[in-house]
């Protein structure tokens, strides 16, 4: 872009790029601090970290706490039905326990300014899987509680 700026005298030239994985660490103020530094130097102009746009997440389920202990006791209900199954009705699903808790865990969470952004990547299983802290806050197996959260997310997809 610096090239083109120079060979065509194009000094006002606006320049927009996008990324789906520039966003580093820290704050949101940080990331822009960051992004702009790269953009100046791809694009060959000063970038202000204040043009530089977030992305906007939106929660679909109600924004309930997961360790509310009243979203754990509508847990321990629901997984312990033995036919459990979760609503297919997007209307009715995103009201589930479970799918608050899904959301919370594998979707949206709050940075320190209380800005809605994307949870980081987290296993179902394993040392520090879902299926693990949801077993310690519900009461209720492992295995049964990754079971859960795998039908969960295959209902959400049918949604």
């Not at 520039?22 to 130097?41: H, M, R, T, W, Y």
């Not at 000063?46 to 754990?72: A, Q, Y």
């Amino acid at each position: 872009m610096r090239r083109v700026r120079e060979a065509f005298a194009a000094y006002h030239l606006q320049c927009i790029g996008t990324s789906a994985t520039l966003a580093g660490k820290g704050d949101f103020g940080e990331q822009q601090k960051n992004i702009a530094e790269v953009a100046s130097q791809i694009f060959g102009t000063t970038v202000k970290p204040s043009n530089v746009i977030g992305e906007t997440v939106k929660r679909v389920t109600p924004d309930i706490k997961i360790n509310d202990p009243n979203l754990i006791e509508s847990l321990k209900k629901q997984l312990l039905q033995p036919d459990y199954k979760l609503s297919p009705k997007f209307e009715s699903f995103i009201k589930e326990p479970l799918s608050i808790w899904i959301e919370s865990t594998f979707g949206v969470t709050k940075d320190k300014s209380g800005r809605l952004i994307r949870t980081t990547p987290k296993s179902i299983g394993g040392e520090n899987g879902a299926a693990g802290e949801l077993s310690k806050a519900a009461g209720i197996s492992e295995k049964k509680c990754a079971k859960a959260i795998k039908d969960a997310l295959m209902t959400g997809y049918r949604c």
